[in-house]
T-cell receptor, first 115, second 114 residues
C-alpha cells in the first residue's frame, strides 16, 4: 500500500534561492505534520495541518518558511531565500485522525543542502 | 533544558546482550509516549507505544513512569538488525482544538557487535 511520499528526495540550493518541498500523505489521513531534522538530532516540529487548516505553525523557524495544504491532501513546504542553516532533512508525517495522539507515519524525507 | 532528554550514546553492545535506554521528559502535560526507531538515512518508524502498565512486544519491553516523567526501553537477546538510533517521543494534543505535536529526543545510537 502507498505510504507517505515526498519529493524531491534530494535538493541542492544556492544560498538565496527559494525551494518548495512536496508531501503526499496517506490517502484519507486528516492530519499532516512537517518536521526538520538536523544531522545528529531528533526531528523538530515545524507545523501541523488538520485537513486544510494549519492549526499550529509555532515551529517554523522564521517567516522565510511557509507551508500550505490547500485541498486538505498534498502539502507544500516553501523556504524563501534559503540560508546554510536551513540544510537539514525535512520530514513529513500523516496520521488518520487529529487531536487524538494516533500513530504518525513518516515519509522518506527531503534532504536539503544549501551551498 | 530540552523537553525530551536521552543519552545520545553510542551504545556498542555484543550480540545476545540485553540493553536498556532511558529518557526523561519535562512537560507533565504529555499524553502519549512512544519509541521510534530510525535507521541511517531513513525515516523514523514507530517501534512501540509506551504505557504506564508497561508493555512488551517480543524482545522489547517499554515502561512509563508518569510520576518521575521517565520512559525506558529494554531490548533482550539483541540482534545485529537492532542496530539503529532509538528515539524517545512524547505527544501532546489538545482534543478541543485538535492541535497536537510530537516532541523527539535526540536519539540514542545503538550498535550491536557480532
Amino acid at each position: 500500500g502507498a505510504g507517505v511520499s515526498q519529493s524531491p528526495r534530494y535538493k541542492v540550493a544556492k544560498r538565496g534561492q527559494d525551494v518548495a518541498l512536496r508531501c503526499d500523505p496517506i490517502s484519507g489521513h486528516v492530519s499532516l505534520f512537517w518536521y526538520q531534522q538536523a544531522l545528529g538530532q531528533g526531528p523538530e516540529f515545524l507545523t501541523y495541518f488538520q485537513n486544510e487548516a494549519q492549526l499550529d505553525k509555532s515551529g517554523l523557524p522564521s517567516d522565510r518558511f511557509f507551508a500550505e495544504r490547500p485541498e486538505g491532501s498534498v502539502s507544500t513546504l516553501k523556504i524563501q531565500r534559503t540560508q546554510q542553516e536551513d540544510s537539514a532533512v525535512y520530514l513529513c508525517a500523516s496520521s488518520l485522525a487529529g487531536g487524538t495522539g494516533s500513530e504518525q507515519y513518516f515519509g522518506p524525507g527531503t534532504r536539503l543542502t544549501v551551498t | 533544558r530540552k523537553e525530551v532528554e536521552q543519552d545520545p550514546g553510542p551504545f556498542n553492545v555484543p550480540e545476545g546482550a540485553t540493553v536498556a535506554f532511558n529518557c526523561t521528559y519535562s512537560n507533565s502535560a504529555s499524553q502519549s509516549f512512544f519509541w521510534y526507531r530510525q535507521d541511517c538515512r531513513k525515516e523514523p518508524k514507530l517501534l512501540m507505544s509506551v504505557y504506564s502498565s508497561g508493555n512488551e512486544d517480543g524482545r522489547f519491553t517499554a515502561q512509563l513512569n508518569r510520576a518521575s516523567q521517565y520512559i525506558s526501553l529494554l531490548i533482550r537477546d539483541s540482534k545485529l538488525s537492532d542496530s539503529a538510533t532509538y528515539l524517545c517521543v512524547v505527544n501532546i494534543w489538545e482534543s478541543n482544538f485538535g492541535n497536537e505535536k510530537l516532541t523527539f529526543g535526540t536519539g540514542t545510537r545503538l550498535t550491536i557487535i557480532p
